[in-house]
T-cell receptor, first 113, second 117 residues
Framework: DSGVTQTPKHLITATGQRVTLRCSPRSGDLSVYWYQQSLDQGLQFLIQYYNGEERAKGNILERFSAQQFPDLHSELNLSSLELGDSALYFC????????????FGPGTRLTVT | AQKITQTQPGMFVQEKEAVTLDCTYDTSDQSYGLFWYKQPSSGEMIFLIY??????QNATEGRYSLNFQKARKSANLVISASQLGDSAMYFCAMREPIWGSNYKLTFGKGTLLTVNP
């Protein structure tokens, strides 16, 4: 158990809908990273938050947004969902300093029908 | 831009034998880090081992070791005494700086390892 929690574990929704994925980092970790794993794109970095502030963006679509709250949990919001958004979404956390490890949560498997 | 290449889409190994999973990388940075993660069929990403570019010794963690050849830009994972539970997808990843001392991970496409009894 990495100490990172993600809910829900599975999510099935229809095209055009909006969903919210939730992540709680390890105790003490200030950085949260979101990754998307799909069959065609592999594992890709989406966005990073550090202590409530957005710090870096990767290959994140404009339909996607995220935030990190004062208690350091993070939410990834996906809107106007398309079939191609079906993927496994991972949250990872790290201390945010000179730390070599990112600890991954179990992931949320999103299926868009 | 950094790039991770895993040339073996799938590998088979007999139980109790050793197996090497290949990873080559491309970077112009002098300071970088390389990771291996295991992803079983259940989907979670499990950290296995880390090698820093300035580490003089090859990293080892139990049955896992990393064969780091800096000049060749390779960071192969060696699993000794394979077990049935080692059957999984294995990803090589590189640490890429984002800002300050924070970084993102850039992943290879993975190698699916199957351990046969």
């Amino acid at each position: 158990d990495s100490g990172v929690t993600q809910t829900p574990k599975h999510l099935i929704t229809a095209t055009g809908q909006r969903v919210t994925l939730r992540c709680s980092p390890r105790s003490g970790d200030l950085s949260v990273y979101w990754y998307q794993q799909s069959l065609d794109q592999g594992l890709q970095f989406l966005i990073q938050y550090y202590n409530g502030e957005e710090r870096a963006k990767g290959n994140i679509l404009e339909r996607f947004s995220a935030q990190q709250f004062p208690d350091l949990h993070s939410e990834l919001n996906l809107s106007s969902l398309e079939l191609g958004d079906s993927a496994l979404y991972f949250c990872a956390s790290s201390l945010g300093g000179p730390s070599y490890e990112q600890y991954f949560g179990p992931g949320t498997r999103l299926t868009v029908t | 831009a950094q790039k991770i290449t895993q040339t073996q889409p799938g590998m088979f190994v007999q139980e109790k034998e050793a197996v090497t999973l290949d990873c080559t990388y491309d970077t112009s940075d002098q300071s970088y880090g390389l990771f291996w993660y295991k992803q079983p069929s259940s989907g979670e990403m499990i950290f296995l081992i880390y090698q820093g570019s300035y580490d003089e010794q090859n990293a080892t963690e139990g049955r896992y070791s990393l064969n780091f050849q800096k000049a060749r830009k390779s960071a192969n994972l060696v699993i000794s005494a394979s077990q049935l539970g080692d059957s999984a997808m294995y990803f090589c990843a590189m640490r890429e700086p984002i800002w300050g001392s924070n970084y993102k991970l850039t992943f290879g496409k993975g190698t699916l390892l199957t351990v046969n009894p």
